[in-house]
């Protein structure tokens, strides 16, 4: 989409028509991911057909640079280390304002992204709050996910050692819920 959207802009701004006589000309597209994690990356390239598609040819494929760290003191060194140093933060203060202000004035202090900091501070803070309330909701997300998988397997596991003869009160122990829910469960109390 945002590619499609980048081709669109480029044919605007040249003047040039895709429904026209003339060949259009467009620049060669170029892909990049910044991986700023821990373990240690061996591939130059990722291939969205390797990666999702087991390596056959499909209607879509990408190749995408992978870079790892720019050159000393350039904007992709400067963006790793800024990340590594909000990383860091949140280790100490959790996904917080602070956290970031923190990592804000040690980047300013170490003069990594500065500049850029300085003129766009408001909007950082702004912005990385924003990504850690979707990492929030995306993690609450996926632990009441297991909760209710656990409880549902729980359940099922409740009915058939209850179909086995086994004691709700053995069950319950078993299972770590109290007697009142598994009978719940049972069906053996009236709902309300």
């Known amino acids: 989409m945002y590619i499609a959207r980048t081709y ?7 003047k040039q028509s895709l429904f026209s006589t003339t060949p259009v000309y467009m620049p060669e ?7 700023t994690g821990d373990s240690k990356v061996d591939k130059d390239y990722i291939s969205l057909s390797e990666e999702f598609f087991e390596g056959r040819n499909t209607a879509l494929d990408v190749h995408v ?24 933060q949140v280790q100490i203060y959790g996904r917080t304002r602070q956290a970031v202000a ?20 408001k909007e950082v803070i702004d912005i990385m709050i ?3 309330d979707q990492n929030e909701v995306l993690e ?11 409880e549902k397997t729980a359940k099922k596991n409740a009915k058939n050692l209850y179909a086995n003869n086994v004691p709700v009160d053995i069950i319950a122990k078993s299972l770590g819920y ?11 109390v009236p709902q309300a």
Request: proline fraction near 1%; glycine fraction near 4%; charged fraction near 35%.
């Open 29 to 35: 597209p170029e892909l990049y991911v910044i991986y």
């Open 65 to 88: 640079k992978v870079v790892t760290d720019g050159k000393d003191g350039d904007i992709i060194n400067q963006y790793v280390i800024f990340t590594k140093v909000i990383n860091d």
């Open 178 to 188: 109290s007697v009142q829910i598994i009978e719940k469960w049972l069906g053996l």
């Open 140 to 150: 609450d997300y996926i632990a009441s996910d297991r909760r209710e998988q656990a």
């Open 8 to 14: 669109q802009d480029y044919l605007k701004k040249s």
């Open 130 to 132: 924003t990504l850690f």
């Open 102 to 121: 923190e990592a804000i004035q040690i980047c300013k202090d170490r003069n990594v992204l500065r500049e850029y900091l300085e003129s766009r501070e």
